[in-house]
Structure formats: C-alpha cells, structure tokens
T-cell receptor, first 113, second 116 residues
Framework: AQSVTQLGSHVSVSEGALVLLRCNYSSSVPPYLFWYVQYPNQGLQLLLKYTTGATLVKGINGFEAEFKKSETSFHLTKPSAHMSDAAEYFCAVSGTSYGKLTFGQGTILTVHP | DTGVSQNPRHKITKRGQNVTFRCDPISEHNRLYWYRQTLGQGPEFLTYFQNEAQLEKSRLLSDRFSAERPKGSFSTLEIQRTEQGDSAMYLC??????????????FGQGTRLTVV
C-alpha cells in the first residue's frame, strides 16, 4: 500500500524567497513520485517526477525535488518564488503497474509581494 | 486540442437526481482514470480503465456510481440518487499505458458537482 503526507497545508513566502514544500511517502514497492500543481478551478499539471536514477529531479517553472530514500521524502523546492507560483501543490506516489496515483492532501502556496 | 476534455465543467443538481459526466481522453491513450477531489483534500482514486475494460474500482465507488468506457474511447461516470456528500470535483486523467509505472497521467479540468 502507498500513502503520502504533506507537511503544512499552507505555506506563505515572500516574492524572491526560497520555496520549500515537504512530502513524505510510504510505499511497499520502490516508489515512483510526482509533484503536481493545481490552479483554481483547473486540473492538475505535472511539475516533475522521480522514477529511477538521479535523485535530484528538475521540473518546469524552476522547481526541483530530491528523492531521499533513507528519509522517505521527496521535498519540492524553488530558489526564488514568483507571484505566479501561487497555487496548490500535490505530492503523489505510484505503486501499481498501471499508474494509479495516491495523493497527499495538498499544500497551498501563497506568495506575498 | 489534444488535452483531456471533461463535460460539463459545472453541474448543480438536486439531491436524489441522477447525473452523468463525460471524459474524452487524449487520443490513443489506452489508460483512463477517474478521481474525486473534495475541498481541502487531494484527489482520491475512483476507478481505472485499460481500453474498454474496467480493471479496478475503489471502495469509494459505491453502488450508486457506475463508470463505462465503451469502445475504449470516451468514458462516462454516472451517479444515481445523488447525495450532498457527492459534492466534489470529479477529475479524469489518461495516460498512454505500456506497462511502466512512471507514465505521466494527463488530467482534465474536472467537473465540479454541487448537490443541493
């Protein structure tokens, strides 16, 4: 079975500041991990994913995440926040052969001028 | 447009009525998923199709819910005798398939259901 815990339902940063969104997972099989972003009344857009290989994964819009097996974590970071980054972010794990996703409860990111 | 399309975008219905949502996946994607998202929560898996075969259903999918994917193309999700607890965003996603777990799922914009 798989589960995802996102620490912090709301994160607020100033424009230009570091963004850090935390995600811890549990998986009975080697995990495939994903970060999705959702803007109001929209579907989900993939930011980045980890499958195998390099543990530091780069995604769109300047985001990156590092897979740490020993800590069962997959935290999302961005060096400098932009106003357009304000959205809800979901971490997800895939543990089946057909791509079924288990999502965390989401983190709302607010960016202040 | 090559994205996942869902219709309608919004649906308001009275308790006890039946509703049906449609999802048109990306062309040639043989995997199709339905998720439900309630306010303040992440999406929860409902069901999965491989072509026209429904291969997994969540326990969240009560007997009032039924999903179909005739001919392996578009899919419909029907809710009978709607209840206020059914109010949520219903998301559809598709992926190319092929056996790898890492295949990206592409999401539609969702259908927001409000039961009054």
């Amino acid at each position: 079975a798989q589960s995802v815990t996102q620490l912090g339902s709301h994160v607020s940063v100033s424009e230009g500041a570091l963004v850090l969104l935390r995600c811890n997972y549990s998986s009975s099989v080697p995990p495939y991990l994903f970060w999705y972003v959702q803007y109001p009344n929209q579907g989900l857009q993939l930011l980045l994913k980890y499958t195998t290989g390099a543990t530091l994964v780069k995604g769109i819009n300047g985001f990156e995440a590092e897979f740490k097996k020993s800590e069962t974590s997959f935290h999302l970071t961005k060096p400098s926040a932009h106003m357009s980054d304000a959205a809800e972010y979901f971490c997800a794990v895939s543990g089946t052969s057909y791509g079924k996703l288990t999502f965390g409860q989401g983190t709302i990111l607010t960016v202040h001028p | 447009d090559t994205g996942v399309s869902q219709n309608p975008r919004h649906k308001i219905t009275k308790r006890g009525q039946n509703v049906t949502f449609r999802c048109d996946p990306i062309s040639e994607h043989n995997r199709l998923y339905w998720y439900r998202q309630t306010l303040g929560q992440g999406p929860e898996f409902l069901t999965y199709f491989q072509n026209e075969a429904q291969l997994e259903k969540s326990r969240l999918l009560s007997d009032r819910f039924s999903a179909e994917r005739p001919k392996g193309s578009f899919s419909t999700l029907e809710i009978q005798r709607t209840e206020q607890g059914d109010s949520a965003m219903y998301l559809c996603a598709s992926s190319p398939g092929g056996g790898a777990r890492d295949t990206e799922a592409f999401f539609g914009q969702g259908t927001r259901l409000t039961v009054v």
